[in-house]
T-cell receptor, first 110, second 113 residues
Framework: KNEVEQSPQNLTAQEGEFITINCSYS?????LHWLQQHPGGGIVSLFM???GKKKHGRLIATINIQEKHSSLHITASHPRDSAVYIC????????????FGKGTKLTVNP | DAGITQSPRYKITETGRQVTLMCHQT?????MFWYRQDLGHGLRLIYY???????DKGEVPDGYVVSRSKTENFPLTLESATRSQTSVYFC????????????FGPGTRLTVT
């Protein structure tokens, strides 16, 4: 069983819809990362969080440490949000390594 | 401010050849990482480095060699390329041990024929 599970694997939405992508993990963590990868493109860090909630523009990331769960929300989705969203965790104890989920492919149709 | 760059961006090579993928960062970040990305597996760590002359294995190190003589460079060498090493390779860097974001390079798409 992968230590980091994302759901759904694929998500199709209409422009303007509210999007939620989920990430569950099984180990104690020092931080959780949300990354974005556009088709054929590089990987960009969206958020790094260890508690609570962070917001950047239309993107919101939340984490519940007790439940070992994080969500990435996109409000008023737009076709340019179409990408793969990847959750990654850094294990507790300050491990240098990140463990990655397999990603959620989001397609937003106009 | 180039940030983190990789070269080449695309490479086709034959089975058995030696190939070196280059990674260069301009931030003087301590940590550097090499990942491979394959369908169905997500990103997997090959090797990482905590500082110049300090490297360690990741999840999938077999068939790869790294070195880090300078802080800014972290080359990855495939000593004898195999078809199973066809993948997209990403280099990343991070400022310090924990609590900082990782910054990824643009990737190198390697095909081994």
């Amino acid at each position: 069983k992968n230590e980091v599970e994302q759901s759904p694997q694929n998500l199709t939405a209409q422009e303007g819809e509210f999007i939620t992508i989920n990430c569950s993990y099984s180990v104690g963590i020092s931080a959780l990362h949300w990354l974005q990868q556009h088709p054929g493109g590089g990987i960009v860090s969206l958020f790094m969080l260890s508690s609570g909630k962070k917001k950047h523009g239309r993107l919101i990331a939340t984490i519940n440490i007790q439940e070992k769960h994080s969500s990435l929300h996109i409000t008023a989705s737009h076709p340019r949000d179409s990408a793969v969203y990847i959750c990654a965790v850094g294990a507790q104890g300050g491990s240098e390594k990140l463990v990655f989920g397999k990603g959620t492919k989001l397609t937003v149709n106009p | 401010d180039a940030g983190i760059t990789q070269s080449p961006r695309y490479k086709i090579t034959e089975t058995g050849r030696q190939v070196t993928l280059m990674c260069h960062q301009t931030w003087s970040h301590s940590y550097m990482f090499w990942y491979r990305q394959d369908l169905g597996h997500g990103l997997r760590l090959i090797y990482y480095s905590a500082a110049a002359d300090i490297t360690d294995k990741g999840e999938v190190p077999d068939g790869y060699v790294v070195s880090r003589s300078k802080t800014e460079n972290f080359p990855l060498t495939l000593e004898s390329a195999t078809r199973s090493q066809t993948s997209v390779y990403f280099c990343a860097s991070r400022r310090d041990r924990v609590g900082y974001e990782q910054y990824f390079g643009p990737g190198t798409r390697l095909t081994v024929t």
